[in-house]
C-alpha cells in the first residue's frame, strides 16, 4: 500500500480554505509563492509535470467576500474538492467570529486529515484547526494578538506566542499575515529544496528564513514604539552602522547623554543593556548574511561589527547554538 507521501508525490495539490471574512493576504500571500515555485521547478525541469496545483476551496461555489472586501471565487466547494497533497486554513475574523463557519471547516478538516500529507493554518485560521482536536497536546502558535484566547478556549494546546511558525508532525500553525508566507516557503523548501525556496524569497523580496519571533517587530521597530523621546532614532542608526563603533560612549555621544545616563535610561526601558542590543542586531543580520552570501565568515564577521572571526564564533554559538560554519552548511542554498 502506498504512503500518502507517494500517493502526492507526483503531483502536489495545495488546498488553500476560503470563507466570508477571511484574511485576503493570508490566501494569496501562500497563493503567489507556491505559484512562482511552480515556474521556477519548470524552468529547471522542461518536462516535468507543474510542481503544484494550486485550489481555492470554500463551504460552496459561490462568491466569499474576504475582509478587505476583495471578492474570491473558489475552485471548488469543500464536499467536492479533490485528493489533496496540503490543506491551509487562513485566518479572518470569519473563521474568529463565526462559530458555525470554524465548525463546518473544523468537520471538514477532521475528516480530510487523514489522507492529507500535510495540515497547516495561519493567523487565526487556527480556531478551526483547535475545534477538531487534531492539535491537542501538540505545540501551536499562532498572531500574538490571540494566543491567550487561543490557551483559554483549547486549554489542551501548548501555544508559544513568539515562534513565527511550527511544526509538529503533519500539523503546521503559523502566525499572522506575512508568517503565512514563511510558512509557505518552509513547505516549498520540505518539497524542492532551499535552492527554489531561495528563489521564491528574493522574487517576493521577502527572507528565506526570517530572524527571531513575533516579538522582534523588530527589535529596531520595537525600539522606536517604546521610545518617544531622543533614543527614538537610535534604533535605525545603529542597524545601518553595524560595522561600526558602538560602544556605549558612542551610542551616548549620539543621543546627548552621559554614557551612565544613557546606559540606566536605555536598560530600564528595554530591559537590556546597549551592548547586549547590539549584539543581537549584529548576529541576525550575520545570520542573514551567512545565508544568502558568498562571502567568508571572517568577512561576516568584520562586515557586521564584530572585533574579529573568533569573537564572532563564539558569539554567534552562545546565541544559536550553533557555528557559523555549521548554520552556513545548512541554511546556505549553496
Not at 481555492?56 to 479533490?82: M, Q, T
Not at 494578538?145 to 487561543?150: E, K, L, Q, S
Amino acid at each position: 500500500m502506498k504512503s500518502i507521501e507517494q500517493v502526492h508525490e507526483a503531483k502536489r495539490t495545495i488546498g488553500i480554505l476560503g470563507y466570508d471574512g477571511v484574511q485576503a493576504l493570508d490566501i494569496v500571500g501562500p497563493v503567489d509563492a507556491f505559484s512562482i515555485a511552480s515556474a521556477h521547478v519548470a524552468a529547471q525541469r522542461a518536462e516535468a509535470p507543474p510542481a503544484y496545483r494550486i485550489l481555492v476551496l470554500a463551504p460552496s461555489r459561490r462568491v466569499f467576500i474576504a475582509e478587505s472586501g476583495l471578492a474570491i471565487r473558489p475552485h471548488n466547494a469543500l464536499d467536492v474538492a479533490p485528493p489533496l497533497d496540503t490543506v491551509i486554513v487562513p485566518g479572518g475574523k470569519g473563521i474568529r467570529l463565526q462559530p458555525a463557519t470554524a465548525a463546518r471547516i473544523a468537520q471538514w478538516l477532521k475528516a480530510r486529515a487523514p489522507e492529507t500529507r500535510r495540515v497547516a493554518s495561519v493567523c487565526s485560521g487556527i480556531y478551526a484547526l483547535a475545534l477538531t482536536g487534531l492539535l491537542n497536546g501538540r505545540r501551536v502558535t499562532t498572531h500574538w494578538r490571540f494566543t491567550a484566547d487561543i490557551a483559554r478556549r483549547f486549554p489542551k494546546l501548548r501555544v508559544d506566542p513568539n515562534a513565527l511558525f511550527i511544526k509538529e508532525g503533519k500539523f503546521y500553525t503559523a502566525a499572522g499575515i506575512t508568517a503565512g508566507i514563511d510558512l509557505a516557503l518552509a513547505l516549498i523548501e520540505e518539497d524542492h529544496g532551499a535552492q527554489v525556496a531561495l528563489a521564491v524569497a528574493r522574487d517576493l523580496v521577502v527572507y528565506l528564513k526570517r530572524p527571531g519571533g513575533q516579538e522582534q517587530y523588530s527589535e529596531p521597530l520595537q525600539f522606536q514604539m517604546k521610545s518617544s523621546d531622543r533614543l527614538s532614532d537610535l534604533a535605525p542608526w545603529i542597524s545601518s552602522h553595524l560595522h561600526q563603533d558602538l560602544s556605549v560612549e558612542t551610542l551616548a555621544e549620539k543621543a546627548c547623554l552621559s554614557p551612565r545616563h544613557f546606559s540606566r535610561r536605555f536598560k530600564t526601558a528595554f530591559g537590556a543593556a546597549p551592548g547586549e542590543f547590539v549584539d543581537n542586531l549584529r548576529l541576525d543580520e550575520a545570520r542573514r548574511r551567512l545565508s544568502v552570501s558568498g562571502i567568508t565568515i571572517e568577512g561576516v564577521a568584520e562586515s557586521v561589527g564584530f572585533a574579529s572571526a573568533d569573537s564572532f564564533r563564539r558569539a554567534f554559538e552562545r546565541r544559536f547554538g550553533i557555528a557559523p560554519s555549521n548554520y552556513r552548511g545548512r541554511f546556505s542554498p549553496a
